[in-house]
Every structure is written in C-alpha cells, then in structure tokens.
C-alpha cells in the first residue's frame, strides 16, 4: 500500500529530527552486545537464550526423524 501525502511529510519531518536521530544511533550501537563480548560471539550467552526462548513459548521438543532421502540438492 502506497503511503499518503500526509504518511510522507511526517517521514521527512521526523528525518530532519536531531533527537530522532540520537534514539536511533543509540539503538544501533547497542543491538549486538547482548552475544558479543570483545567482539567475538559468547555461544554460553546464545544456547543460554534459546534454552530460555523456548522455556517462554512452551516449546515441546519432538522425537528426532531421521531424513531418509536418495537425493538432496538445495
């Protein structure tokens, strides 16, 4: 769906906003940090947060099915 006028003036009004901007600089310089530590992956933290993931959304793990194919290609 195409935006409006209206959708568009507001876009390049909140562009030119400087407090828009240091939200989101703040917001891009801390997405990462919560696996990486000295700018390597920590794979501790990452199994700590899937482990904790599926515990929130109840997942039930299923019985392992091996895949029996002749032929696989991607």
Known sequence: ???????KEEL??????PDL?????????????AFVER???VPD???????EYNEFINHAPR???RIVDDLMKL
């Open 39 to 41: 700018g390597a992956v």
């Open 21 to 33: 901007r240091e939200d989101l600089a703040r917001l891009s310089a801390s997405r990462r940090r």
């Open 12 to 17: 390049r009004r909140l562009a030119g906003s």
């Open 1 to 7: 769906m195409p935006l409006g006028e209206a959708e």
């Open 45 to 51: 933290r990452v199994l700590a947060f899937l482990c």
């Open 63 to 65: 019985k392992f099915r």
